[in-house]
């Protein structure tokens, strides 16, 4: 496998997965990287006007992701991670950007918006990696790991296909689920 030099570098290495998403849990397990799982708690409220491409936002969504992991970690699992790894993907169409529905109708809705149109699905992926804890004089409390990010994106061009409104309802899967 392609990965195992870089598998083997990691062997002993606190590696985190910012994300309960079973797709990147698999990946992730596939790929032979031992991991721990620590959801990230950011809320994705980024302003999505601020960012010039919808591949931005997705990067940063991912980045704000595993920073905030890897500046809780040390406080909740009194451990600093080597490395947190943090993913975000949307959806565009008509210039629009798409996140995750918040309920079966916001599903359907953006189903609807999505058919018979041709879009595009964006990953952001963000690596942090984490060193030594950084002790601010102001309160020895606040003891922060130091953390420099990385990230990629990957596009993919989704053919336009159309959802019937008589056709059952696909399951869908949101924030609520």
């Known amino acids: ?12 290495k606190l ?3 910012a994300s309960a998403s079973p797709r990147r849990l698999e990946i992730l397990n596939n790929a032979g990287l031992r991991f ?3 959801p990230s708690w950011f809320k994705e409220t980024l302003d999505k006007g601020l960012f ?4 931005e936002y997705a990067v940063e969504t991912a980045r704000q992701k595993a920073l905030e992991v890897a500046r809780r970690m040390p406080f909740k699992h009194l451990k600093t991670p080597d490395i947190v790894i943090g993913a975000d993907t949307i959806v565009t ?4 950007i ?3 529905p918040v309920n079966k109708d916001d599903a359907y809705r953006m189903l609807s918006k999505l058919s018979g149109k041709e879009h595009s699905v964006f990953t952001g992926v963000a690596i942090v990696l984490c060193h030594e804890k950084e002790n601010h004089a102001d309160s020895n409390l606040n003891l922060r790991p130091k953390c420099g990010a ?5 596009r993919c ?3 336009a296909l159309t959802v019937h409104e008589r056709a059952p309802p696909p399951p869908v899967n949101t924030r609520d689920t």
């Open 150 to 154: 990385n990230a990629l994106r990957s």
């Open 157 to 159: 061009e989704v053919p």
């Open 98 to 100: 798409l996140e995750k």
């Open 52 to 55: 010039k491409a919808p591949h």
């Open 93 to 96: 169409v008509d210039g629009m």
């Open 15 to 17: 590696v985190v997965l």
């Open 1 to 12: 496998m392609v990965l195992n030099p870089v598998i083997s570098k990691l062997s002993g």
């Open 36 to 38: 721990q799982v620590v």
